[in-house]
């Protein structure tokens, strides 16, 4: 037996909720995945890495040594300016590897994702980089920072 009501007003809020969703169903849209994939290439460099210190301990104070730049992404024009008072510059490169190889004082990268391009301000921080005695690679993925960072840290680079 159903019970009859005059309007959904009546009912209870829990139940006129209940009852109304039943009449008009929401259609739910499935949320658009993150296409950040300089993040994601990130994130599986510091991974590798940290595995690779794991299973062979000449490259632990490498990985210990090295470090994120959190320099991009977005923000609210507040957080904007609150991060460049406390000395944010554009340009700056992600990554850093502060540990001297052969003649170089650290390696900066800039990741990109595998169709990444560097801004004109990322390419002049890398040349300035390179001209200061630092080794500086503009990468497009996490193999190739891998393979640069790996060179670099076993004195490849020359």
């Known amino acids: ?7 959904i007003d009546l009912l209870p809020p829990p139940h006129r ?12 849209t499935p949320a658009k995945p993150r296409k ?3 993040h994601t290439e990130q994130v599986v460099f510091f991974n590798r890495i940290r595995t690779l210190a794991m299973n062979d301990p000449r490259y632990a104070m490498a990985v210990k040594r090295t470090h994120a730049v959190p320099n991009g992404g977005g923000r ?9 008072a406390e000395g944010v510059t554009p340009g700056v490169s992600d990554i850093f590897c502060a540990l001297p190889s052969g003649a170089f004082h650290g390696l900066y990268i800039e990741m990109k994702s ?8 990322q390419k002049a921080w890398l040349a300035d980089s390179v ?9 497009r993925g ?12 076993a004195g490849v680079i020359a």
């Open 76 to 84: 609210s024009k507040r957080e904007a300016g609150r991060l460049k």
């Open 17 to 28: 909720a209940a009852a109304m969703r039943q009449l008009h169903p929401r259609t739910i």
């Open 1 to 7: 037996m159903a019970l009859r009501i005059p309007s």
């Open 142 to 153: 996490a193999d190739e920072a891998i393979a640069v960072w790996m060179a670099y840290v």
């Open 36 to 38: 950040d994939t300089e």
């Open 131 to 139: 001209d200061l005695g630092y080794t500086a690679a503009c990468c």
């Open 114 to 121: 595998l169709t990444g391009l560097p801004s004109r301000e």
